[in-house]
């Protein structure tokens, strides 16, 4: 049994590096909920008022997917658990929750966290990060073009996508519940390019065959 889980920035093409590894590797795929979140919108119309509801409903529906994914098969997932204190300390640290959001939050995420210590695997066995530059990641977010995403329609959007990427740097470095590689996602155009596909997928199985998980 092994698990995969993706990390990276908004747009830095985990969902679709996901597909390809669960497909190269036989395995199920796990993807967050997005189009189908119906808070999703809502905060980016209104972050304040919804930034704790959106989280809860992230935690939510991620406990539900590691929950299935982490018992007994082979499984990738487009994003990890461990982002979504990144995402609600950044809210918070912009002002977009109170300290009682942020108390509850952390206490249900841990309360969460103890309980995937039962789980038949407790961690993942590797976390692939997709590193990607503001500009590459303004790219992919136009190119996928979901509306309420774009710095055309709220140029607010700047500014949190530099703050993103800046949490980002320390939190890959201070990952430590797994084995973890790098991808450089400005470099590979694993999307569009076979040859680039070939090269990173070549440095997910190096690494598992490292691990001799293959
Ligand atoms: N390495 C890449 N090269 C070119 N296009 C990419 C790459 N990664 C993602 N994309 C494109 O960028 C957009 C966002 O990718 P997606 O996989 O949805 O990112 P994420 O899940 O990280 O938000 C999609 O339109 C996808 O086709
Ligand atoms: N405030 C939060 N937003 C989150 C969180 N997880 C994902 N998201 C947002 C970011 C994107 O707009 C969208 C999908 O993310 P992708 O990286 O897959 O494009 O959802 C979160 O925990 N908090």
Same mark, same amino acid.
């Given at each position: 049994?092994?698990?995969?889980?993706?990390?990276g920035a908004?747009?830095?093409?985990?969902?679709?590096?996901t597909?390809?590894i669960a497909?190269e590797?036989?395995t199920?795929?796990?993807y967050e909920?997005v189009? &189908?979140?119906p808070? %999703?919108?809502?905060?980016y119309?209104?972050p304040s008022?919804y930034?704790?509801?959106?989280q809860? !409903?992230?935690? @939510?529906?991620?406990?539900h997917?590691i929950?299935?994914? %982490?018992?007994?098969?082979n499984n990738?997932l487009?994003?990890?658990i !461990?982002?979504d204190?990144?995402?609600?300390?950044? @809210?918070a640290?912009?002002g977009?929750?109170?300290?009682?959001?942020v108390?509850?939050y952390?206490?249900?995420?841990?309360?969460?966290?103890?309980?995937?210590?039962g789980?038949p695997?407790?961690?993942p066995?590797?976390?692939v990060?997709? &590193?990607?530059?503001?500009?590459t990641? =303004?790219?992919r977010i136009?190119?996928r073009?979901?509306s309420y995403?774009?710095?055309?329609t709220?140029?607010?959007?700047?500014?949190? !996508?530099?703050?993103l990427?800046d949490?980002y740097?320390?939190? !890959?470095?201070n990952y430590?519940?797994?084995?973890k590689?790098?991808?450089?996602?400005?470099?590979?155009?694993f999307?569009? @390019?076979?040859k680039d596909?070939? =090269?990173?997928?070549?440095? =997910?199985?190096?690494?598992?065959?490292e691990?001799?998980?293959?």
């Amino acid at each position: 049994m092994t698990v995969l889980v993706l990390s990276g920035a908004i747009g830095a093409g985990k969902s679709s590096l996901t597909g390809m590894i669960a497909k190269e590797l036989g395995t199920k795929a796990f993807y967050e909920s997005v189009d &189908d979140n119906p808070v %999703l919108p809502l905060f980016y119309a209104d972050p304040s008022k919804y930034a704790f509801l959106l989280q809860i !409903y992230f935690l @939510n529906t991620r406990f539900h997917s590691i929950k299935a994914a %982490l018992q007994d098969d082979n499984n990738v997932l487009d994003r990890s658990i !461990y982002e979504d204190a990144l995402f609600f300390q950044m @809210n918070a640290d912009m002002g977009r929750a109170n300290q009682t959001e942020v108390a509850i939050y952390k206490d249900l995420l841990g309360n969460m966290m103890e309980e995937l210590k039962g789980m038949p695997k407790k961690n993942p066995d590797l976390l692939v990060h997709i &590193d990607v530059s503001y500009d590459t990641m =303004i790219k992919r977010i136009t190119k996928r073009g979901r509306s309420y995403e774009q710095i055309q329609t709220d140029p607010s959007l700047v500014d949190y !996508y530099h703050r993103l990427l800046d949490y980002y740097d320390p939190w !890959y470095k201070n990952y430590q519940y797994s084995p973890k590689i790098r991808i450089d996602g400005d470099r590979y155009d694993f999307v569009e @390019n076979p040859k680039d596909r070939e =090269i990173v997928m070549g440095q =997910i199985k190096d690494k598992l065959h490292e691990m001799g998980k293959i």
